[in-house]
């Protein structure tokens, strides 16, 4: 408190009259020493020293007083300085700043100033030409007026328009004279052509008698050729792609086309005359052709007219020949059926002459219904491919295609492969109009092919069964099987007579022991079917074959009964169901590898040697009874094994014994 | 082996050529159940076919076919007995997995064994003919031998003389056996016949005790179930045409020529039927 009242009184009081003050004060001091100094000297009283002593003692006190004033004002000037002196730095830091930034910019103008653009260095139009020819859509008037950068822009995009149309007239000339050179080439040409015309002909007709002499077909091919461009588009596809897979890779194949041209050029222009009707009522609903036809026909003509319609084939149709090398072929008509848009094909099978020696022509297993089914799996060809068809056939009551099958032949899915139509079986009607050849190349050779086999096989097939009645003993086809049979084959049902197929196939449905193999799914509408029967003394053996349609492909199976008149009811049926195995499961054993046209055979000769077996394992179990029907001909280690007693089914070609399985 | 087998078969199912699905679908057909047993939990039946399954031992222990196996426990401890093909009743130690001795006088293979309740007896069926007890301790000849087809009750020359199947009952004083003669009841102190289970057009695989009742099946569609003193108590159709096996775990399941194992809940009539393959 006392500090800070002596530095507002430091403040307060003049330091003027202060210096004056302690000026006198001193003076006071100094005239007190001397006073008292004179005093001392003369020895005056002790009192007169004291008083004047108190006095410079007073004197003091102010002099300390005013020098500790004099230090406070000392003070605050110093703090006021350097205040003045903090201030008057940052001034100068501030015009330092500034001074640089002026110095910066003023470098970076003259830089702008310094740049140099391009197109100071292009030589524009002057102003008033480029004013008085440039087009508006460049010179923009009402921009570049006020702006002499845009006109700038302007003025440049103007010369570069220029140059460009210079650079185009000078490519234009050669280009001219170019075109001008080609189109007198071409003239000279035509004139060449033209004059070759008439002197072909004139060859031509003096050729064609050599051609008849020699009997070369260039004639016949193009005439084909020509009635080839009446054919419907995938029969015309299917000519195509037969005629070119002729020539390039098999000559046993043949092509032709057959039927009345001119009814067909007729209906090319009928056809058209239907399709501007379709037209017309197009405009009434958008419902599909098919449909509008019918329709159409349904309120004009009386029904069954319409429905001979529907089945109209085209007049032409595309003959293929197949030859084999047996010298059998086999001869494939296919036509088009115009309103329902399919193919269907017809089947007939020239055999070689030793065929014919053998009956095989009139055989079911060569007829027509059946030799192309499941030529790919699961094609029986008896439903119409094109799901539109079905709905077709529905509307005029006609019920289902394969009613017509016999009549109009049948319209395989490869059929349609190969006339390059893609029918999806279930979401139908991709467009029918444009057959893809493609689609018919990628089947032609494997289709062709697989005919071959399916032809081979079913003469080979049919070759066994002969034989089979004939004699069961032709050693080239058993020369693994090197024991000689008892049993024989009594009676085999001739499936190559007519109708036997059909009455094995009732006689399977009704049998007591094919009902497990009816119940698992077992003969089905596309195979074959025979019966026959093994016999040897009082024991008979029943059996049906179910022959697949792809055979070899699927071997044939077998279903057996076993009747034993003398020993009735004895049999174990488990044996027999061995017996079944044996044929079905292990027909491969015993067979020549690569030889699958035989399998059939091989398997009847082994239930035959199976039956044998067990019959004299039956008894050979017995002989200690005393009485043998059957002599134990065959060697096996043992007559029995295991629970259910199996009986020495399996032959050791190697060895020449029977063992179990 | 086996295992190999079934995952041929497997594979030709998911990724085989047309063929090796139609011989699959074909071995399907001739598919026959030889054996089936269950786990001593009772929540799993492990059967058996001819074209799948083996028998375990078999590749182990024996050159042979094994036709039956049945397990003993005695003083000398667990051991395993096999009636095998080679017309002898093999022995196996079971914790040491050793061969320990055979039981021969056997003329022809084993159908089926059956062990007496004292476990120091067994009983063996044969193709032979013969029903033979054998004392396991001594190993030697059999203590008897008998034959069916020589008792006026049992005999049926016309079916053969072979024994196929065995069962000894719980009270370890009735034996039943039959096959090619009729399966008829015995009397173990006597060794003679004492009533018969008659099926005139079928031969007898497999018989059993069970509680106070026979149960038997053989070469006809049919499970018998037979009371002590011949008459007959229930013919249960069933699926397979020769049952090769029955096996109850409070259920009876049958098995056979068949693709199909039938379980019987109530053993008087067929439940329901599960597939093999």
């Known amino acids: 408190m006392g500090f800070y009242h002596e530095e ?36 005056s009283k002790q009192a007169d020293i004291d008083e004047l002593r108190i006095h410079g003692t007073l004197q003091f006190l102010t002099m300390r007083k005013l020098n500790r004033l004099a230090h406070f004002r000392c003070k605050s000037v110093r703090d006021s300085t350097s205040d003045a002196k903090l201030k008057i730095d940052q001034h100068h830091l501030k015009l330092q700043n500034l001074l640089y930034e002026a110095m910066y910019l003023e470098k970076e103008i003259t830089k702008c100033l310094e740049f140099k653009s391009k197109d100071e260095e292009i030589n524009l139009v002057s102003l008033e030409e480029f004013h008085r020819d440039a087009p508006e859509s460049i010179s923009r008037p009402s921009v570049t007026k006020d702006d002499p950068h845009q006109l700038t822009l302007a003025r440049l995009e103007f010369e570069l328009e220029q140059r460009k149309r210079q650079a185009l007239c000078e490519t234009h000339k050669p280009t001219e004279e170019k075109k001008n050179v080609l189109a007198a080439e071409i003239k000279t040409k035509k004139e060449y052509l033209e004059s070759l015309k008439p002197k072909l002909q004139t060859i031509l007709q003096a050729t064609k008698p050599v051609q008849e002499y020699l009997g070369m077909p260039f004639d016949e091919v193009r005439e084909q050729h020509m009635v080839a461009s009446y054919l419907p588009r995938p029969l015309y596809v299917l000519y195509m792609q037969a005629t070119a897979y002729r020539d390039a890779c098999d000559q046993h194949v043949s092509a032709c086309i057959l039927g009345d041209i001119d009814v067909a050029k007729s209906l090319e222009g009928v056809s058209q005359h239907l399709d501007v009707d379709d037209d017309e009522s197009d405009q009434e609903d958008s419902e599909k052709p098919d449909q509008k036809r019918r329709r159409r026909d349904s309120t004009k003509d009386p029904l069954t007219v319409k429905r001979q319609k529907l089945l109209t084939k085209h007049p032409l149709t595309v003959d293929l020949t197949v030859h084999c090398k047996d010298g059998s072929s086999l001869h494939l008509s296919f036509a088009y059926l115009i309103y329902l848009e399919i193919v269907t094909v017809t089947v007939r099978v020239d055999p070689s002459s030793e065929a014919v020696k053998d009956g095989i022509s009139t055989g079911d297993l060569c007829s027509p219904e059946s030799l192309l089914k499941c030529l790919y799996p699961e094609d029986l060809g008896t439903e119409t491919p094109r799901a539109s068809n079905k709905y077709a056939l529905q509307k005029l009551g006609m019920g289902e295609f394969s009613q017509y099958v016999a009549e109009l032949g049948r319209p395989y899915l490869w059929v349609q492969w190969l006339c390059g139509m893609q029918v999806l079986s279930v979401c139908d009607d991709q467009p029918t109009g444009t057959p893809q050849l493609s689609l018919s190349e990628i089947h032609m050779e494997g289709t062709i092919k ?81 019966n026959g029967t093994i016999v040897n003394k009082s024991a008979k053996l029943d059996f049906f074959c179910v022959l697949p349609p792809n055979y070899p492909t699927v071997v044939p199976l077998f279903a057996i009964h ?53 019959l004299e ?25 295991g629970p259910n007693r199996a009986k020495p089914f399996k032959y050791n070609s190697h060895l020449g014994y029977f063992s179990q399985r | 082996m086996a295992g190999r087998h079934l995952i041929s078969l497997m594979s030709a199912w998911q990724d085989g050529s047309i063929e090796e699905k139609i011989l699959a679908v074909r071995q399907r057909l001739h598919t026959t159940v030889y054996a089936q047993c269950f786990s001593p939990c009772g929540k799993y039946l492990v059967t058996a076919n001819n074209f799948g399954f083996l028998a375990v031992f078999r590749e182990s222990f024996t050159q042979t076919e094994v036709n039956c196996l049945k397990f003993v426990h005695n003083e000398n401890g667990s051991q395993l007995l096999g009636g095998c093909g080679d017309h ?55 203590q008897h031998v008998m034959q069916p087809n020589q008792h006026n009750l049992c005999v049926r020359p016309q079916y053969g003389k072979f024994i196929t199947c065995v069962a000894v009952d719980k ?33 007898a695989n497999t018989a059993m005790f069970l509680e106070d009742s026979v149960i038997s099946a053989g070469t006809e569609p049919f499970v018998h179930h037979w009371s002590l003193n011949g008459d007959q108590r229930a013919k249960v159709p069933c699926t397979p045409s020769t049952v090769y096996s029955l096996a ?9 020529n068949s693709h199909k194992i039938d379980i019987c809940t109530n053993f008087r009539y067929k439940a329901f039927s599960m597939l093999v393959c």
């Open chain 2, 171 to 203: 009270s370890d004083n009735l034996m039943v056996c039959g096959g090619g003669p009729r399966l008829c009841l015995w009397h173990l102190r006597q060794l003679a016949p004492t009533a018969q289970f008659d099926t005139p057009q079928a031969t």
């Open chain 2, 88 to 142: 002898q009743v093999h022995m196996w130690d079971v914790e040491s997995g050793s061969h320990v001795g055979t039981l021969e006088g056997h003329t022809n293979y084993i159908h089926d064994l059956a062990v007496r309740g004292n476990s120091n007896e067994c009983i063996s069926a044969s193709e032979d003919g013969t029903v033979r007890i054998w004392d396991l301790r001594s190993r030697g000849q059999a």
């Open chain 1, 450 to 530: 697989r005919l071959r086999q399916r032809m081979k096989h079913r003469l080979s097939l049919h070759r066994q069964l002969s034989s089979l009645g004939l004699s069961l003993g032709r050693t080239e086809w058993l020369s693994l099987i090197r024991t000689a049979m008892r049993s024989f084959l009594l009676r085999l049902i001739h499936v190559w007579r007519h109708g036997n197929d059909q009455r094995a196939r009732i006689s399977w449905r009704a049998s007591p022991f094919t009902q497990e193999l009816i119940g698992q799914g077992i003969g089905r509408e596309q195979d074959l079917f025979f």
């Open chain 1, 562 to 614: 076993l009747i034993w008149s003398s020993r009735k009811g004895i049999a174990n049926a488990d044996h027999v169901r061995d017996m079944a195995a044996e044929v079905n499961i292990h027909f491969s054993e015993l067979a020549r590898p690569r030889h699958s046209e035989e399998v059939l055979t091989n398997q009847i000769r082994r239930l035959l040697m199976c039956f044998d077996v067990y």
């Open chain 2, 248 to 256: 109850t775990n409070k259920i009876l399941s049958v098995a056979g």
């Open chain 1, 617 to 641: 394992s039956e008894f050979d179990l017995e002989s200690s009874l005393g009485h043998s029907e059957i002599p134990k001909e065959k060697t096996f280690a043992r007559t029995a094994l």
């Open chain 1, 8 to 43: 507002s009184e430091a403040a307060d009081r003049d330091a003027d009259k202060d210096l004056a003050l302690n000026h006198q004060a001193a003076g006071e001091l100094k005239k007190v020493i001397d006073e008292i100094h004179s005093l001392k000297s003369s020895k």
